[in-house]
């Protein structure tokens, strides 16, 4: 029976270093670092999403706002207020919260916000920037799941990771950073053929695919760490029951709000792993205080502080 | 016994359809796509590679020069060079030769080049959108390897592909495009443990890691696809001998030359294999060709430029 490795204490950690290193830098220069989120549209869970950036931002003591537009909004228009936002000094970061309406390319609107402030790490030349191994602003959820490895020191160097799912917020980044940090990196997806197998490979299995509960304990090797990425509203009571037993939280969600939330990962895997993340609990909490970090480090390169 | 995987027919084909293009535009429009390769220092191998780019441009009526600067160039002098070039209407690709003299980086360097005429596509522009199977320049090498598996119909869905080497020059771009392909990617390097095991379980094996005859027999499952990357100058007559035989070519690169080239994949490994690309006369004339390709791909897109 493995650990859970909860997100929750180096989250805070981190949130807190951040919070005193901008009141440092507060005290020293006046200034603070900026936050804009971008809503296009009135996507429900990307409110909920955006406002808790933005609640977590003014609680370290980072200025942010939310911008709002509407659904209908050009990608035309959209460039030019990014365009803006790029040149407003007291702006260090800025992130377009997606999923964008279906006429805005998320790619095109990205390469428009200035690589030094794309504090999500998704423009293409941070990323190709991480693919060399170079400097630059980093995807959050990547980043977070790397420390929180750290944190737990589970050592990279040499494992056999498989990462399951090749998104660009995800997957493909974080194979890239894991490569950087010596493991041995195998990336899989819907096409892969046999994945229980080549899963059951791992050292470290990171599942981000989006599928609820899609990998069972069977697809996990005896004694490895396993990554659950997934954050999936599972409202079927039966399946529930069937993943979680008698479990007084999660019979609760489903009374309240007709769904619980669960990971990519059955939760019995955790009865072979060494350890896994819980979700929620795990590495949800990390991306955020990941953006935190992000923007301080851009508020730093731009305005060119030093510690 | 396998067969091998000549580079050469397909190579001359993508030249000769690059030179009609080339010749079209030319008739069309009166200008032709514009090649600077930039050498700075004087490594032999370099001047070598540089002059066999210029003259495979000038043969499809690419316009191409050297620019050849002095080893103790600055790197400010040299951004400032390519800046000039950025701006140069009739030069549509620019490549800095790499390796560069120690105090010069090659990010820092190649990051001065617009992503736009950065034909080596080494640019982190233009790496960030490969990652994100987006359009933009595609490295040479990895692009014709991609080239060389399509025209012999070697499927790479859901195939098992291993890639040994990480370099931003083959391995990892490499890695993208495979996983952009649907096959399941892994990636291995110096520190991957029992890459015997690893390299074995793949479809298709790459080398990409520049050491001669590194990959053994036994590293190559039966029926897979061999890749060899690798040139590498292999002086020891003993060695030679023992990965070749009697072999009249090798014997006389070592009387003439003192070495004789071969790849990073002993080539014995063909006995197991259903195909290997042979070292030389494989992947490495594809590179040329996907360059010359690439600096056609650059003036049409750059000038707007309707086929």
Redesign the interface.
């Known amino acids: 029976m493995g650990v859970w490795l909860e997100g929750r204490a180096l989250a805070e950690k981190i949130k807190q270093e951040v919070k005193e290193e901008v009141e440092h830098f507060r005290e020293k220069t006046n200034q603070v670092p900026g936050l804009i989120g971008i809503l296009v549209g009135e996507n429900k869970s990307s409110q909920i999403y955006l406002r808790s950036k933005e609640k977590a931002s003014q609680g370290l003591g980072i200025a942010s706002q939310i911008l709002t537009l509407p659904a209908n909004t050009e990608a035309r228009a959209l460039k030019a207020r990014i365009a803006e936002l790029n040149q407003q000094e007291d702006v260090d970061g800025i992130l377009v919260q997606l999923p964008l309406p279906g006429h805005l390319k998320a790619?095109d609107i990205i390469c428009a916000i200035s690589p030094e402030k794309d504090v999500d790490g998704f423009?293409?030349?941070?990323?190709?920037?991480?693919?060399?191994n170079?400097e630059?602003l980093k995807p959050c959820t990547p980043m977070g799941i790397i420390e929180l490895l750290r944190y737990n020191r589970v050592p990279l160097?040499?494992k056999?990771v498989v990462v399951i799912g090749?998104s660009?917020i995800v997957g493909?980044?974080l194979?890239?950073m894991m490569?950087n940090e010596?493991a041995?990196?195998?990336?899989?997806?819907s096409?892969?053929?046999d994945l229980a197998a080549?899963a059951a490979r791992a050292d470290i299995l990171v599942a981000a695919m989006g599928k609820p509960a899609f990998v069972k304990p069977e697809f996990v090797k005896e004694s490895a760490v396993v990554i659950d990425v997934g954050i999936n509203q599972l409202a079927d009571a039966a399946r529930v029951r069937d993943l979680f037993g008698e479990d007084e939280k999660r019979e609760k969600d489903l009374a309240e709000k007709g769904y619980t939330v669960v990971g990519d990962v059955d939760p019995r895997a955790v009865e072979r792993a060494a350890a896994m993340t819980p979700v929620p609990g795990g590495v949800g909490l990390l991306t955020v205080a990941m953006l935190m970090k992000n923007t301080l480090e851009a508020f730093k390169r731009r305005r060119r502080f030093e510690p």
């Open positions: 790619h423009h293409p030349f941070n990323l190709g920037s991480l693919l060399a170079e630059g160097e040499g056999e090749r660009l493909k980044p194979a890239a490569t010596n041995t990196v195998t990336i899989c997806h096409r892969t053929k080549v």
